[in-house]
């Protein structure tokens, strides 16, 4: 979210991960992230019109959605997210949370790399980057992608990642 005026947007592991939360509550699949001045531009394919009834089984369509979401509604996803972490319940539900993994890795990425602006897509469960940086030296882009691997292995590392919180130091002893 854009924190201070005119500065670049902070804390991009937060966002992306609560707009991969969402898109997995959506079951959507294939995703394009662009970033605009004010929140995101996000497309991705998804099923509508499915139903069963007694007669029949109608698998739906496939359409694409394109949704426009800005820091306002990312700041209410953010605070969905987290009030959903830690329940066992949807924890343990298999092939929940894909996107919600994956944009925190991505968006761990991007924080280190302090771009501008960030667009990215999926393609057969990698991603590819392409972060916008700027500088009195001038602009360029940058390229990166992760595998489906890439990210498994970096979503394995989240917790040793994390801060240590106020009731537990580095090596786990109370501090006051």
Do not use: N
């Amino acid at each position: 979210m854009r924190i201070y005026d005119g500065s670049p947007r902070q804390d991009f592991e937060e966002v992306l991960r609560s707009i991969g939360a969402y898109l997995d509550g959506r079951g959507m699949k294939d995703v394009l992230v662009v970033e605009a001045p004010d929140g995101f531009i996000v497309q991705a394919l998804a099923h509508v019109g499915g139903s069963t009834s007694a007669w029949s089984e109608s698998m739906g369509q496939i359409e694409k959605e394109t949704m426009t979401f800005a820091d306002e509604d990312i700041a209410k996803f953010m605070d969905e997210a987290l009030a959903r972490r830690g329940h066992p319940a949807e924890d343990a539900i298999p092939g929940t949370g894909q996107y919600e993994h994956a944009f925190r890795v991505i968006g761990r990425y991007i924080d280190t790399q302090h771009p501008r602006d960030i667009f990215f897509f999926e393609q057969d469960g990698a991603f590819v980057l392409r972060l916008h940086h700027a500088s009195q030296a001038g602009s360029r882009h940058t390229l990166a992608e992760f595998t489906a691997d890439d990210i498994a292995s970096l979503d394995t590392q989240g917790p040793t990642l994390r801060k240590p919180t106020k009731e537990a130091g580095p090596q786990g002893a109370a501090q006051a």
